[in-house]
């Protein structure tokens, strides 16, 4: 069946409302590994409300795993992961001075998983399933935790977050002109984002570029970053795709391109060295 006019025209009314409330903005200056890109976020969800979300969601998480005994289990496994992080956390102003002033969070949590996490800002999780299966240096850990937090200082979550709700409305709109209803509850929240939605390639990009200069400028040899994902890439194929890989693809097209970019920042590595 052709769509009528009316339909057409509708089309392009629905998305022109969809898209109205989002603005584009540059969350992050570009760094030395040029992050350029501008997102668009969606007036109806602030920076403030999700951080708040994310910190509500977080106080949960750590609540559970208290419960269970696996918040912090190894002291001396804690003091590491969290010196690493703060080291990192240190050099977050080169891409947004406001992060400096974030309610940093660093746990390790006991659990099998091998994955790590960052939540809107600056709540970190990492999972001893990472440290035992992986078992990173200092400088592949520096990787990890900067990926990820590399994502909270974009704020990839909330241009996700935006993402759908634009959606949602227009499908709104849809639903309320024409009766139709939609096949799915397109209701976005702050864990569906976190722990189900996997990144988009542009995204686990952006995460490699500053992640590898966070580390670079915190002192960790940025091409552990390699080492890392080559690590990861074996265990996928040798006990199958870990959690932390199901959102974070590993490919050799991905450690060619950190090879280049680990490359790129190795002055700032030398600086942070002397």
């Known amino acids: 069946m ?7 025209r509708f089309a392009a009314g629905a998305l022109a409302l969809a898209v109205a409330g989002c603005a584009a903005v540059q969350t992050t200056s570009s760094g030395n590994v040029g992050v350029e890109r501008k997102q668009y976020m969606s007036g109806l969800v602030s920076e403030a409300e999700l951080n ?18 696996a918040l912090d289990t190894d002291a001396a496994q804690t003091r590491r992961v ?35 996490w960052c939540m809107p800002g600056g709540k970190i999780a990492v999972y ?26 974009r704020e990839h979550s909330r241009e996700q977050v935006s993402q759908k709700m634009a959606t949602s409305i227009g499908l709104s709109v849809l639903t309320a002109i024409t009766g139709v209803q939609s096949v799915s509850d397109l209701g976005s929240s702050l864990s569906e984002v976190m722990f189900e939605l996997p990144n988009s390639r542009t995204h686990e990009t952006e ?37 932390f890989l199901s959102t974070h693809p ?5 450690i060619a391109d950190l090879q280049a970019i680990s490359e790129r920042v190795m002055p700032l590595y030398e600086q942070a060295r002397r």
């Open 52 to 69: 708040q979300a994310a910190a509500q969601n977080y106080a949960q998480v750590l609540s559970q795993a208290r419960a269970q005994g």
């Open 82 to 116: 969290r010196a690493i992080a703060q080291r990192l956390i240190a050099q977050v102003g080169a891409f947004r001075p406001d992060a400096a002033g974030w309610n940093w969070e660093v746990h390790v949590i006991a659990q099998d998983e091998v994955n790590a």
């Open 128 to 153: 001893t399933g990472l440290i035992k299966r992986i078992q990173p240096t200092d400088a592949e850990l520096a990787a990890i935790i900067g990926h990820e937090m590399a994502h909270a200082l």
């Open 2 to 8: 052709k769509r009528s006019v009316f339909g057409k």
């Open 207 to 243: 995460a490699d570029l500053i992640g590898v200069e966070l580390a670079a400028r915190a002192g960790y040899d940025p091409r552990a970053a390699v080492t890392l994902w080559q690590k990861m890439a074996a265990l996928e194929q040798g006990r199958g795709q870990p959690e």
């Open 250 to 254: 590993s490919s050799s097209t991905r």
